[in-house]
T-cell receptor, first 111, second 115 residues
Framework: DSGVTQTPKHLITATGQRVTLRCSPRSGDLSVYWYQQSLDQGLQFLIQYYNGEERAKGNILERFSAQQFPDLHSELNLSSLELGDSALYFC??????????FGSGTRLTVV | AQSVTQLDSHVSVSEGTPVLLRCNYSSSYSPSLFWYVQHPNKGLQLLLKYTSAATLVKGINGFEAEFKKSETSFHLTKPSAHMSDAAEYFCVVSDLAGGYNKLIFGAGTRLAVHP
């Protein structure tokens, strides 16, 4: 157990739907990062939050959004889902040192 | 911008033989570099990290990597491969662009270990 908890582990949904992925960071970590891993794109950085505020944006689509709550957990919202959004979505957290701790991911399948 | 290039998409070795996974980086300043491992259907686990201390970095499970500035390389090695080492390995650089720290992943190297 890495200390970063992601739920659900698996999600199957239809095109056009909306889903929410949840991440609880390791205790004491203020930063949360979201990554998408797909076969054709590899691991892509989506977005970072630090203590509730958005800090950096990567290759995140406008249909996707995220937020970090006062208790530091984060949610990634994916809407108007397309087949190409099928991927493994990772959350990671970090504290004051370098290097992140990753969760085990949420596997999203859009059918 | 920082980037990493993993020179081999697949590496195949026999159990008990050495492992070499190659990584070159591009950075406009002294980088922080990492190797992560991903076993099938699992998350990403940190193997080791370089943050401008000793150039030879020892990680978990017998892996180590050497930072060579002159060659802009950060190759991952292990003297003797185990079957359990079969996984995907990612070389990663820390990008401080915009003042915020985020990790940039290489494309990955899939390591196969044969009996």
């Amino acid at each position: 157990d890495s200390g970063v908890t992601q739920t659900p582990k698996h999600l199957i949904t239809a095109t056009g739907q909306r889903v929410t992925l949840r991440c609880s960071p390791r205790s004491g970590d203020l930063s949360v990062y979201w990554y998408q891993q797909s076969l054709d794109q590899g691991l892509q950085f989506l977005i970072q939050y630090y203590n509730g505020e958005e800090r950096a944006k990567g290759n995140i689509l406008e249909r996707f959004s995220a937020q970090q709550f006062p208790d530091l957990h984060s949610e990634l919202n994916l809407s108007s889902l397309e087949l190409g959004d099928s991927a493994l979505y990772f959350c990671a957290s970090s504290g004051t040192g370098y290097g992140y701790t990753f969760g085990s991911g949420t596997r999203l399948t859009v059918v | 911008a920082q980037s990493v290039t993993q020179l081999d998409s697949h590496v195949s070795v026999s159990e008990g033989t050495p492992v070499l996974l190659r990584c070159n980086y591009s950075s406009s300043y002294s980088p922080s570099l990492f190797w992560y491992v991903q076993h099938p259907n699992k998350g990403l686990q940190l193997l080791l990290k370089y943050t401008s201390a000793a150039t030879l970095v020892k990680g978990i499970n017998g892996f180590e990597a050497e930072f060579k500035k002159s060659e802009t390389s950060f190759h991952l090695t292990k003297p003797s491969a185990h079957m359990s080492d079969a996984a995907e390995y990612f070389c990663v650089v820390s990008d401080l662009a915009g003042g915020y720290n985020k990790l940039i992943f290489g494309a990955g190297t899939r390591l196969a270990v044969h009996p």
